[in-house]
């Protein structure tokens, strides 16, 4: 079954606007991944959180977690066109990450 | 630097056909898994290898075999295609132990499967 639920399953927003996705999960992590996919392309990793860290910034991107609500969000400021696309959360139990249990997805359009 | 190599892109079978996706990584990654991705739906694993000679099921394996003769190669290979995987697959690998930090995962382009 599936690990993670992502909430919105769907996203529209005004380009400039900040889009904020949420996920959680159900059993303990080591980590917890966000990627990305453009439709019709294979996932692109964005960012990392391990499980002893609440907060990780890249760019425009900031990611949460709160493992004791197990659950993470993850916010994208400035949101600009190229954006849009599915973004996936996904959770290891190790640090080998080679089963990952991911989310249902969260569908964000930027609109122009 | 190719990456994670995903062949065919496409593909349609008929029922009961076999048929394997090959995936082939030239960054000397230990650990390699294949996903398979539905509609409205993430990434479900059905098999993964944290090595030559070693393979694991994941969540989904059923009617999937795989093996991992080399390091380089992980083909997934389908025995009897039934209409239910119909589907889009992903390889995926990365750096196996030692670590003292999580390993970034690359993801393939996937393989576009239809069976009629």
């Known amino acids: 079954s599936q690990q993670g639920e992502e909430d919105p399953q769907a996203l529209s927003i005004q380009e400039g606007e900040n889009a904020t996705m949420n996920c959680s999960y159900k059993?303990?992590?080591?980590?917890l991944q966000w990627y990305r996919q453009n439709s019709g392309r294979g996932l692109v990793h964005l960012i990392l959180i391990r499980s002893n860290e609440r907060e990780k910034h890249s760019g425009r991107l900031r990611v949460t977690l709160d493992t004791s609500k197990k659950s993470s969000s993850l916010l994208i400021t400035a949101s600009r066109a190229a954006d849009t696309a599915s973004y996936f959360c996904?959770?290891?139990?190790?640090?080998?990450?080679?089963?990952?249990?991911f989310g249902t997805g969260t569908r964000l359009t930027i609109i122009p | 630097n190719a990456g994670v190599t995903q062949t065919p892109k496409f593909q349609v079978l008929k029922t009961g056909q076999s048929m394997t996706l090959q995936c082939a990584q030239d960054?000397?990654?230990?650990?390699m898994s294949w996903y398979r991705q539905d509609p409205g739906m993430g990434l479900r694993l059905i098999h993964y290898?944290?090595?030559?000679?070693?393979?694991d099921q994941g969540e989904v394996p059923n009617g999937y075999n795989v093996s991992r003769s080399t390091t380089e190669d992980f083909p997934l290979r389908l025995l009897s295609a039934a209409p239910s995987q119909t589907s889009v697959y992903f390889c995926?690998?990365?750096?196996?132990?030692?670590?003292?930090?999580?390993?970034?995962?690359?993801f393939g382009e996937g393989s576009w499967l239809t069976v009629v």
């Open positions: 290898s944290v090595g030559a000679g070693i393979t």
């Open positions: 995926a690998s990365s750096y196996g132990p030692p670590s003292t930090s999580p390993r970034t995962i690359y």
């Open positions: 059993t303990s992590i080591n980590n």
């Open positions: 996904a959770t290891a139990s190790n640090f080998g990450n080679e089963k990952l249990t």
């Open positions: 960054m000397n990654h230990e650990y």
